[in-house]
């Protein structure tokens, strides 16, 4: 029984993954078409960063995610890690990563000042399609100023990669001393 989806109705799996940056009151929203994966979650930072966060902060050395604990960007994800220490290298930024535990998303600011939004702007209008979803998350903007951005991601995400210990010995992570598991940064390497 269609509950909540009804993929008969539309033409796939919209996937939005979201940055907010609580300074600014800005989000972005990357929609995708494919898979959620850890390799897509660091798409979406990576793209964030390409074509907001780089303007926004061109002097920035070290970027901080707040993390849920589990799905794509999940604490214990190699793919997370591992696409995180690529975009490290590419960007020339230490990446800090704190995740929330398991069961607190609710306490995330996206949560409550982005995403929380998005549900009432669409709320009633069939999500029939990529356009709509991402047309629809755009033209969020609330009385506290937030503004959101959003761009379909047509890219091809692979679920289930596997990475062997080696290819893991490569993440430049230092785990925090406070909850370690939860809180590290990546750093780029050395070129």
């Known amino acids: 029984m269609n509950v909540y989806d009804y993929p008969d109705l539309g033409v796939g799996t919209a996937s939005p993954y979201g940055v907010y940056d609580v300074g600014q009151n800005r989000g972005f929203v990357n929609v995708g078409m494919n898979h959620d994966t850890g390799e897509f979650a660091v798409e979406s930072l990576r793209r964030w ?5 780089r303007r926004q902060y061109p002097e920035a050395k070290e970027v901080l995610v707040c993390a849920d604990g589990g799905g794509s960007n999940g604490y214990r994800l190699h793919a997370w890690k591992y696409f995180l220490q690529q975009w490290a290298d590419d960007s020339r930024l230490s ?4 995740h929330y535990p398991r069961g607190t998303s609710k306490w995330n600011k996206i949560e ?3 995403f929380s939004f ?9 999500l029939t399609s990529y356009e709509t979803v991402v047309s629809l998350i755009g033209s969020v903007r609330t ?5 959101v951005k959003a761009v379909l991601d ?6 289930g990669l596997k990475f062997s210990p080696a290819e893991m010995k490569t993440v430049n992570l230092t785990p925090h001393p406070t909850f370690p598991q939860w ?6 390497h050395k070129m």
């Open 143 to 147: 009385e506290k100023g937030l503004r």
């Open 118 to 126: 998005i549900s009432l702007t669409w709320r009633g209008i069939p």
């Open 112 to 114: 409550h000042r982005m």
């Open 154 to 159: 047509r890219g091809e995400y692979e679920a």
């Open 183 to 188: 809180n590290y940064t990546i750093a780029p």
């Open 49 to 53: 960063w390409r074509w907001i966060g």
């Open 95 to 98: 990446v800090t990563v704190c």
